[in-house]
């Protein structure tokens, strides 16, 4: 088993599950049946061992509370990152209402989170059957965050043990933004997955060194977001972004989300610090 057979799965997969398509019986409008979720995924390689993971142990990191590769898998040797870029439908859809997320985007938000944690299970799948150890944190039932409240006794809030942004920056799928997203060589409207696993592969090199490198720091970001949320001086207000969701879910139950932030922006669907 080497990197161009997972890759292979990996795209195959994506062609051919019906997931990533909105079904009928999800489509918040009639126009939105069988709109596709998400583009093919970029995919980054780090070692399992690379110091960055320890540095996110750090009290200026994430904390003591994440989980290194190693701790979700002690045979652990690479780590798989997936970025899966919004269509360009749905991306579009959010555009409509400066104020409000789309309904695309709410299928976009939950639907395509399905279909990522059926891509996480499968990729999980395909290696058991081949004869390695792996494991998806963010579907794994160890797996936890904090978001306005501390469940989980941690001192702290908007923080989990497993973070897909800051894994996807250490194996060099993207940079973050000023709205704290990543932004990779697709922009940054999409959603993450990752897989740690056994087998060895080789490992990416990052085509960047700064973990803001990606963001132009136009400021666009600041002006779309509904609540205000975003500044040049603190960057995101969890707390305020929080709330603005949490109310987004209560009138929409099971679906929410925003992603102005993500939108009509210079990094939509692209990095703007390359030209081409």
Known sequence: MNRQSLVEFSNDYFSSCELNHIAKEKALLEELISVQIFEPPI?????????????????????????????????????????????????????????????????GRIEGQAFINHFSSSIVNFLT???????????????????????????????SNWSERHVGYICGIGTFSLSKGLITEKGIAGRLTSIITNLELEPDTKKFQHFEENCIMCGKCIANCPVQAISFESGKNHKICSAFLNNILAENSPWYGCGKCQVNVPCEHKNPKITK
């Open 43 to 107: 995919i980054a390689i780090s070692t399992a061992n690379n110091p960055e993971f320890e540095y996110l142990k750090k009290d200026d990191g994430i904390g003591n509370h994440f989980m290194l590769p190693a701790q979700w898998l002690p045979e652990a040797k690479s780590v798989i990152s997936y970025f899966f870029p919004f269509t360009e439908t749905i991306r579009n859809s959010n555009k409509e209402d400066k104020n409000y997320p789309s309904k695309g985007w709410f299928n």
């Open 129 to 159: 059957e081949n004869g390695f150890k792996a494991v998806s944190p963010s579907i794994d039932k160890r797996f936890f965050m904090n978001t306005d409240q501390d469940d989980n006794n941690l001192g702290r809030l908007y923080t």
